[in-house]
C-alpha cells in the first residue's frame, strides 16, 4: 500500500536484484532510490523548524471507507478547520470542497515549512492515509513542528487490517515500505518460513515482487494481494509467485509473502559473515570468516553509521547496514571500478542505505560524522587514521584489519598510543590433496579495536537523526 499517508509522486523504476553494467560517477552519494519527497522520509537537518503558536494541528488518519469511518472527534477536527490539507484522493473520500481545500504539492516535504509558515494562526486539519505515524505525514509534521503541536487521530494502519485479514500476528510480522525505494530492499527479510508485508508502491509492485522472489530463489512463495482494505472494493488475491500472471490492480494495496525458499537456495541472512560468493568483483574482500569477527568487533546498533576506508567489494559496508534497516554506511573506494561494483554488490543484497564515496582523503570532509570506522587499508597512508580519529564520535568505535608488516607495524604503534585491543587471526580451510583433504592457511590478520575517549554528552548519528 502507498505508505499510510504519504504523496505519491513519480513511479520507481524497479531495478533489477543482480546486475552489472550500470555506470557511477567516481563519486556517488546516495541513498539508492529512496526519495525524501514523501511524507514520512527524513527531513534532512529539518528539526523543530516552525514554531506553531495556536490551536495543534488535527492530524487525521482516513481509512478506505472515507467519511464513513471516521468517529465523532476526526469528523469535527475536519468540520472546524480553516484548511483541510490532503492528497486529493484523500479530500475527496472525505468531501472537502471549496476554498479550504488544500491539495499537497508535489514534491511535498520542501514545501511542508512554507505552507505551515503560511498557516500560522489557522485551524488546521491534515488527512492521512489509516495511521498518520506509520510512515505518514504525522512523523514529518512531528519532526517540523514538535508532538505537542499535533492532535493526532489515527485509523487502522494497512498492516492491521492485513493482519487481521490473514490472521497474522502483528507484532512479529516484519513490515517493509517500498514506497520510494528500491524493490531489493525486501531481500535481507526473506527467509523460508518467514511471513512479510511490504507496503506497495503502485499497482505494478506485485507483479515485481513475485518477479523479484523468483529471480532469487524464493519463487514457490506464496503472494498475496491485499487491495482497498477497509473500502467497499477491498479485494483479497493470492498466488504463487513463480507462477504471478495476474495483471496490475488498485494502486492501493499491501502484498503479503509466505516465503517458500529452494532447497538447494543459499542462506543471506541478516548475521554477519556471508559467503563470499555473494559479493561480485576482483577478489578485493575481507573473507567470511574475518568479515564476521570485524562486524562482532564494530558491534552495529540500529540507527549507527560506518565508515569503511577501503571499500573493495563493499563487503563490510553492506553486512554491517543488513543487520539492520536503520543501520547506515559510507564506503570510500579509490577506484572507479570497484565503486560500481560495490553499488551493484549492495543492490543484489537489498542494501539502500549506503553512500559510495571516492578517495577518502577528498571525500572524508562531506561525510557525515561516523559512529564506528572500519580500516580495511590506507593504514600506512599519510592523515588517514588521523582524520578518522578526529571525527569519530567520542565513545565510538575503530576496527583495522592488517595483513602486511607494515600495516602491522602501524597497528603496533597505534596500540601502544591509543590502547585499546590487539588481535591476530590465522584461519584455515581444508582443501583437496590427491585423494585426501589438507588445511590450507589463509593470510593471518591482525586486528586492533579502540574505543575512543571522552564526550560523554555527545549524541550518535542515531540520536541525532531520531530528532530530524
Not at 505525514?137 to 508532538?147: D, F, K, S, Y
Not at 499497482?203 to 529471480?215: C, F, S
Amino acid at each position: 500500500m502507498v505508505g499510510e499517508g504519504s504523496h505519491r509522486t513519480a513511479a520507481h523504476a524497479v531495478p533489477a536484484a543482480r546486475g552489472g553494467g550500470s555506470e557511477y560517477p567516481p563519486r556517488i552519494v546516495r541513498e539508492r532510490g529512496f526519495r525524501r519527497d514523501h511524507p514520512g522520509a527524513p527531513v534532512a537537518g529539518v528539526s523543530m523548524t516552525v514554531a506553531w503558536h495556536g490551536r495543534p494541528i488535527e492530524v487525521v488518519g482516513v481509512g478506505a471507507d472515507g467519511i464513513d469511518g471516521l468517529g465523532r472527534s476526526a469528523r469535527d477536527a475536519i468540520d472546524a478547520a480553516d484548511l483541510v490539507a490532503g492528497s486529493r484522493r484523500q479530500l475527496d473520500l472525505v468531501g472537502v470542497a471549496g476554498a479550504r481545500r488544500i491539495e499537497w504539492p508535489s514534491p511535498l516535504v520542501p514545501a511542508l515549512p512554507g505552507l505551515l509558515e503560511q498557516w500560522l494562526g489557522r485551524r488546521v486539519c491534515v488527512l492521512a492515509s489509516g495511521d498518520p505515524m506509520f510512515y505518514g505525514i504525522g512523523v514529518t509534521l512531528a519532526r517540523l513542528v514538535g508532538a505537542s503541536a499535533l492532535r493526532v487521530l489515527p485509523q487502522p494502519s494497512s498492516v492491521s487490517l492485513a493482519c487481521a485479514r490473514l490472521g497474522w500476528a502483528l507484532a512479529s510480522t516484519p513490515v517493509v515500505n517500498v514506497v520510494g525505494r528500491p524493490l531489493s530492499t525486501v531481500l535481507p527479510e526473506l527467509v523460508d518460513g518467514r511471513r512479510v508485508l511490504v507496503l506497495s508502491e503502485d499497482e505494478r509492485t506485485p507483479g515485481a515482487l513475485a518477479d523479484l522472489l523468483t529471480r532469487n530463489g524464493f519463487g514457490k512463495s506464496s503472494v498475496t494481494v491485499l487491495e482497498q482494505l477497509g473500502g467497499s472494493r477491498e479485494l483479497l488475491v493470492s498466488g504463487v509467485a513463480k507462477r504471478w500472471d495476474r495483471p496490475h490492480g488498485d494502486s492501493l494495496n499491501i502484498v503479503a509473502l509466505d516465503c517458500v525458499a529452494e532447497r538447494d537456495l543459499r542462506r543471506a541472512t541478516r548475521i554477519p559473515g556471508l559467503d563470499d560468493e555473494f559479493f561480485g568483483g576482483d577478489g578485493q574482500l575481507t573473507k567470511h570468516e574475518v568479515r564476521a569477527l570485524t562486524l562482532s568487533a564494530l558491534a552495529p546498533a540500529p540507527g549507527e553509521l560506518l565508515w569503511d576506508i577501503g571499500g573493495g567489494s563493499g563487503s563490510i559496508a553492506i553486512e554491517w547496514s543488513r543487520t539492520h534497516p536503520a543501520c547506515r554506511a559510507v564506503t570510500f573506494e579509490r577506484l572507479a571500478r570497484r565503486r560500481t561494483q560495490i553499488a551493484d554488490n549492495a543492490e543484489a543484497l537489498g542494501v539502500s542505505r549506503l553512500e559510495i564515496r571516492g578517495e577518502f582523503v577528498g571525500e572524508s570532509a562531506a561525510a557525515p560524522t561516523p559512529d564506528a570506522v572500519f580500516l580495511g587499508g590506507g593504514l600506512t597512508a599519510d592523515g588517514v587514521f588521523e582524520t578518522c580519529w578526529a571525527r569519530l564520535r567520542a565513545g565510538g568505535r575503530l576496527v583495522a584489519n592488517a595483513v602486511t608488516a607494515e600495516s602491522e607495524s602501524a597497528l603496533l604503534a597505534l596500540s601502544a598510543e591509543h590502547g585499546g585491543e590487539l588481535r591476530k587471526y590465522q584461519i584455515y580451510r581444508a582443501e583437496p590433496l590427491g585423494g585426501f583433504r589438507t588445511w590450507r592457511p589463509q593470510l593471518p590478520v591482525t586486528q586492533w579495536w579502540a574505543v575512543k575517549p571522552g564526550g560523554l554528552g555527545e549524541e550518535s548519528s542515531q540520536a541525532q537523526e531520531s530528532r530530524r
